[in-house]
């Protein structure tokens, strides 16, 4: 699975922010990853003082989650670094979506969600 290396990495086709930098994942991967973990952790256990897994599920009753991709960016570019997040990152992001998905339906892991089969993670859609 990937590992967040920015909030803020690049775009798919690593285009921009941070300029020059190609060895950034694009945040639609990112996005992808953490998606992946909140599901898995809300389908996961209880853990002891020691963090370890007690078996009881978090949310015992939970069955369906409903995920959504951001709203649109706009032309937002006036944070310092000129990097506010616009589009196509907005865009792009619903592709974490789609692929969380996908490997969901394909029971299959992903390189960067990871395992969000049933058995790991609630149905969402």
Known sequence: ????????????KRLYCPPGNPTFEP?????????????RYLKC???????NST???????????FI???????????????CLNPEPFAYELSFAVQRLILAQINATPDPYSGD???NSAPWFD
Do not use: K
């Not at 992808?32 to 909140?38: C, P, R, S, T, V």
């Not at 959504?68 to 000129?82: C, V």
């Open 55 to 65: 078996g009881i599920p978090r949310y015992p009753h939970l069955q369906q989650i």
């Open 1 to 12: 699975m990937a590992t967040p290396s920015s909030p803020i990495a690049a775009d798919l």
């Open 45 to 51: 256990c209880e853990l002891d003082a020691n963090g």
């Open 27 to 39: 945040d639609a991967y990112v996005a992808e990853a953490y998606l992946g973990d909140i599901m």
């Open 68 to 82: 959504t991709s951001r709203i649109y960016g706009g032309y937002a570019n006036g944070s310092p670094n000129g």
């Open 116 to 118: 969000v089969s049933y």
